[in-house]
């Protein structure tokens, strides 16, 4: 259903409802191992070989995630035992996709997020860092697929921290040929289906401006213009490289998929928009030149089809699978033979080899056989209303076998802050709520997918409106008797360990534990230490969170590192050493602030981590820290 390179780039970057929880006795869950919900995969992130020939998968070796390659039968099915071609074992690979006879992956060192792209050759399993350049960050592009068997496109920052400029890179020799060199404020590059780059995206963070040309010898020509709170995010052209879809917002208040002029910027052509949430993604067959589906997020990710043909292929899989979320991962060139997964709230992924020729579905492997759904929770869709009368929406999660009532709850804010929550398997979620808690997580003001009016309405709101909006979910929770108020805790990672860390500072009687997970303490250091590669666009984020100079009122009233006298709950700080998003500095000194005060702190620091605990051993360590931190200050009774 995806073009291979939609792939390649997806491997690297229904109204909610009002729901009563009023359920009859049923039989409580036994206690899980928790190495089982933060253990590695079994297997997973499968693919397809372009010829067919192979399939590609990715399994733990020494406790980090490795690609292996199987052979594919006459029959199109797997065969013999799976080679391993990469032997990582310092941090898992990131993402992976083939090329031709070889595969290209992406890792960074110690979660610097300075990734480098490496090349494997399956036949004589050597390997080659083809942007092997210190404090650089390299993703790639443009694989090329069917224009160049050895040459990929990727954008570095390796001549300027701040910029990234494109390369065209042989991946047999390492040699690389600046494609287009960046002027000073492109944050973003598009080629057509020849491979050229043909748009520029460039930002001074409060506006954008896109830039096209007709072939990569011209200029660019500013086309369109927007402010901050608008947005045209440009996907790919026309078949004939003549037009340019996007993602638009600029007419409208939910983002819709068009059709533009890349000489005029003129919208040409709604292709499909929904009245209810932003339309964001779209992907074609490129062996057939058509598109076959657009996708958004309701309360679950849902498919608007273009194509018969990918329609009646996604249905078959449906019909046979049942209940599930799925998405056609991989395919070959000849687009007869995909690799699809299914998943849902209480399943983390199973995966098929689908041969469309044979019209056969293969089962390949349970990514966590030891999980059984039944013994899992359930995942629900909720709204509440904000006080100033703005529609929240989010999703509980309940203790399997609970009655809904007086339960204990972890408010789990999601980081961002301009993403989302989803509905679907979230190993954190149900480990909680098999510890006996509920878990309530929360799609605040500023969450991507609801709309430009919503999202604006979370600009200069950090510790405030978009604060509220959790306080109020909690409080709707008390209202419904859903939550025992003397025994609600709050824990988020990054935008979410800034909301936990107002939380307990803004509302002090609210909580009664606090886990921070790599947040963000004081809006002034965080701006001062963010990523180089962020600074292009740090007008912006003065512009949606606060200026450290025309705003310090409002900066330092948000910062609850300058409110620890108020904070008595009892708080765990987990942190990545190497960081580059939220310096370690922002738990730093948070932690001495409430120590110099007298609050019991507890605080875990990881050497070989950055922006979250990605190593097993680590992750292994922060749970066991946090459901005995959660225990004691919530007095929960562990099942079984």
Not at 516 to 527: A, P, R
Request: net charge positive; charged share 30%; hydrophobic share 35%.
């Amino acid at each position: 259903m995806l073009s291979s390179r939609a792939i390649a780039m997806r491997n690297l970057a229904l109204p909610l409802l009002v729901i009563s929880f009023l359920c009859g006795p049923r039989l409580l869950a036994s206690e899980i191992p928790l190495k089982d919900f933060f253990k590695n995969p079994e297997q997973g992130r499968y693919q397809v070989s372009p010829n067919g020939n192979y399939l590609s998968s990715m399994k733990p070796w020494k406790n980090r995630m490795n690609i292996f390659i199987q052979k594919l039968s006459e029959d199109r099915l797997p065969i013999g035992e799976a080679k391993q071609v990469t032997f990582v074992k310092d941090r898992d690979i990131s993402g992976y996709f083939w090329k031709e006879n070889y595969l290209l992956y992406m890792k960074d060192k110690g979660g610097d997020e300075n990734f480098h792209v490496f090349r494997i050759d399956t036949s004589t399993d050597s390997e080659k860092d083809l942007t092997p350049f210190d404090k650089t960050r390299a993703s790639v592009l443009d694989d090329l697929e069917d224009l160049s068997p050895t040459d990929i496109l990727v954008q570095m920052n390796k001549r300027n921290p701040q910029l990234f400029d494109v390369y065209r890179v042989n991946i047999l020799t390492g040699e690389m040929t600046v494609v287009a060199e960046n002027p000073g404020k492109v944050e973003g590059w598009i080629t057509d289906h020849e491979g050229k780059v043909r748009v520029a995206v460039e930002s001074d963070g409060l506006k954008t401006k896109i830039y096209t040309r007709a072939k990569e010898k011209d200029a660019f020509k500013e086309v369109l213009q927007f402010d901050y709170k608008q947005n045209f995010d440009p996907l790919f052209f026309t078949f004939d490289n003549k037009y340019l879809y996007g993602s638009s917002n600029l007419t409208r208040d939910k983002s819709a998929i068009v059709k533009i002029d890349p000489k005029t910027g003129k919208e040409l052509q709604v292709l499909y928009q929904n009245p209810e949430v932003d339309v964001e993604g779209m992907a074609y067959s490129k062996k057939r030149k058509v598109l076959t589906a657009a996708e958004y997020t309701t309360w679950k990710s849902e498919y608007h089809f273009f194509d018969k043909l990918s329609k009646k292929r996604y249905q078959r899989v449906k019909k046979e699978l049942g209940d599930f979320e799925y998405h056609f991962t991989s395919q070959n060139k000849e687009e007869d033979l995909f690799t699809v997964v299914a998943t849902s709230d209480k399943t983390r992924g199973l995966y098929y080899l689908y041969d469309a020729k044979k019209d056969r579905l293969t089962f390949l492997t349970d990514v966590s056989p030891w999980l059984k759904a039944d013994q899992l929770a359930e995942m629900k869709p909720v709204q509440y209303r904000s006080r100033d009368g703005l529609a929240i929406h989010g999703y509980l999660t309940l203790p399997k076998g609970s009655d809904g009532k007086n339960l204990p709850v972890i408010v789990n804010p999601h980081g961002g802050p301009w993403a989302r929550d989803e509905w679907g398997f979230d190993p954190e979620v149900q480990f909680l709520a098999n510890r006996g808690y509920a878990v309530f997580q929360m799609n605040y003001r500023g969450s991507t997918g609801y709309g430009k009016s919503f999202f604006v309405k979370s600009f200069k709101q950090w510790g405030k409106k978009m604060q509220d909006d959790i306080t109020d979910g909690v409080k709707w929770l008390i209202a419904k008797k859903i939550a025992d108020p003397k025994r609600v805790a709050i824990y988020g990672g990054s935008y979410g360990g800034y909301a936990t860390l107002a939380g307990i500072a803004f509302t002090p009687d609210l909580y009664a534990a606090a886990v921070d997970y790599v947040g963000v303490s004081n809006l002034f250091t965080f701006m001062d230490t963010i990523p180089p590669y962020w600074r292009t666009g740090i007008e912006k984020l003065y512009a949606m969170v606060g200026d450290p100079k025309k705003d310090q009122e409002l900066m330092r009233a948000a910062s609850p590192v300058f409110h620890a006298d108020k904070i008595k709950t009892p708080l765990f700080v987990a942190q990545g050493a190497q960081d580059p998003r939220v310096n370690i500095n922002e738990s730093n000194q948070m932690v001495e602030s409430l120590k110099k005060k007298g609050v019991k702190v507890k605080y875990m620091v990881k050497e070989n981590e950055g922006h979250g605990f990605h190593n097993e051993e680590n992750r292994f360590e922060f749970y066991e820290a946090m459901e005995a931190f959660f225990k004691e200050h919530l007095g929960v009774k562990s099942p079984g």
